[in-house]
């Protein structure tokens, strides 16, 4: 009964029918609508707590956690998506560094192999709250000197005016690591995203190849749809 009353109220948040930072009913209102005991109700709750969609506040009540909503089609970087959405971004770096392109990264950059990159490893920040970690390669000739690189990867190739126009990236399903686990403050195992983006220039140049790890229960995509009359 409570793994049920659980999928009822994850499908209410995952689906948008109630807000990050909103309240939701208290015990004894659900147990009034439900008609569930109130220990059955406590377990739905505390499952999705351990989940993260839900935390509680002492004196207050429980509430929708927060959770960043990605629109699938727009090419934006990590800060400026956050400062749209009225967050504070931030970063933990973990490595930033110039390097030799690996045969993969020459062959995604289209590189040579050996050709000089820089690898920028970091957790990306929202509110203080771990969100992703983030391993990007973009060849050196593309960017300013390294130590003068901040938050933003993308400002920093405006910069260089070298901005990404185009990009594409795949979004797959997975559990996190325990080094994931320990750097995103989850448990090993729990849901993630994992995220593959290649942006280019105008030319069709190659400019980014970044690999992501985010968080499945704070991170979101959605995408636009729009039917052009088929019949199916």
């Known amino acids: 009964m409570y793994q049920q009353l659980a999928n009822d ?3 209410r948040i995952l689906g948008g029918q109630v807000s990050s930072g909103e309240a939701i009913p208290s015990e004894r209102i659900l147990q009034d609508r ?3 005991s109130r220990v059955t109700i406590r377990k739905a709750i505390d499952q999705l707590i351990e989940e993260g969609l839900l935390f509680r506040r002492q004196g207050a009540g429980t509430f929708i956690s927060d959770r960043i909503e990605h629109k699938g089609e727009d090419l934006s970087g990590f800060t400026d998506e956050m400062r749209n959405l009225g967050v504070d971004p931030s970063s933990i770096w973990l490595v930033k560094v110039y390097a030799e392109a ?3 990264e020459a062959e995604a950059l289209k590189l040579k192999t050996g050709a000089k990159v820089c690898r920028l490893g970091r957790v990306r920040l929202s509110n203080n709250t771990p969100m992703g970690i983030e391993n ?5 000739n593309f960017l300013p000197d390294l130590s003068t690189i901040s938050d933003s990867l993308y400002h920093a190739l405006s910069q260089q005016n070298c901005a990404p126009v ?8 997975s559990i996190a690591s325990p080094t994931e686990a320990g750097l995103l403050s989850i448990r090993e195992g729990d849901p993630v995203l994992r995220i ?7 030319d069709n140049t190659p400019l980014e190849f970044t690999r992501s790890v985010y ?8 995408s636009q749809l729009q039917n052009f009359g088929r019949a199916w």
């Not at 990007?136 to 050196?140: G, H, K, L, M, R």
């Not at 593959?196 to 105008?202: A, V």
């Not at 968080?215 to 959605?222: A, L």
């Open 102 to 104: 690996t045969q993969e």
């Open 166 to 173: 185009h990009g594409k990236q795949k979004v797959t399903a």
């Open 34 to 36: 439900t008609g569930a």
């Open 136 to 140: 990007a390669i973009v060849p050196a």
């Open 215 to 222: 968080r499945g229960d704070k991170y979101v995509f959605t």
């Open 196 to 202: 593959e983006r290649f942006t280019f220039l105008q």
């Open 9 to 11: 109220l994850r499908k």
